[in-house]
């Protein structure tokens, strides 16, 4: 059985969204991480490091959803959230 052109790139959207879930994921625990260190009250440089965390994570969340809105739009289906 040979992949057309459609199936291999419909395949590497796959992967992407794979590749930008693990990612964001990771961004999610690094944060949860920092989190659960941080002191009350947050000093300046835990404050940085907590917004420079959560920074990371939006941009690694808004790839995910951007991959998946690509598979979505290749697919011809209407995303949940639109």
Sequence with gaps: MSLTAADTYLSGLVSDLSVAFRMFSNEAAKLSALLARSEV???????????????????????????KEEIFAYLNVESRHS
């Design 41 to 67: 009250p947050v000093s300046a440089e835990n404050h940085y490091e907590l917004r420079k965390q959560c920074t990371l994570e939006v941009q690694a969340f808004e790839e995910y959803l951007d991959r």
